[in-house]
């Protein structure tokens, strides 16, 4: 779809183009919409966004976080540059802790994930400390319990 909007034309873009976006776009509806329900949940686009590698996969898998680890995490999730990892961007992490533990994705397991984060770390955003805190193997594992039970 992303072709078809950046042309600087729209005029130019043929009735074959519309048509074959078209059909590529019923044919992701079809494969993702698990509940045939014409619409994204946040589960299902969830699942079909995970073409991308997850990145905290490789930083959790070393099981030693290193200030470099926390540099790189910070600047993968701290859109707006504040130091810390919150609102918006926490459920992108807490989403990418999920799909590290093989959760399916929901709205309810990503709230669950953040409400334990919040009680973990005793705030509503998390820093470098609470980074290094969240991803030592214990803690992960102490997560996973809290994402499935």
Known sequence: MKDLFLKKDCAKITPKE?????????????????????????????NYLKLEENFLDKIIKQKIITSKHVKDILSHYDSNESDTIEGPEMHAFVGDIARHLGLKLSLSVIQSGIDRVKEKVGTDTVGTTAIKILLAEESVKELQKSFTG
């Open 18 to 46: 519309v048509e074959k976006y078209t059909a590529d776009m019923i044919n992701v509806m079809d494969t993702h919409d698990v509940n045939h329900d014409g619409k994204f949940e946040m589960s299902e686009l969830a």
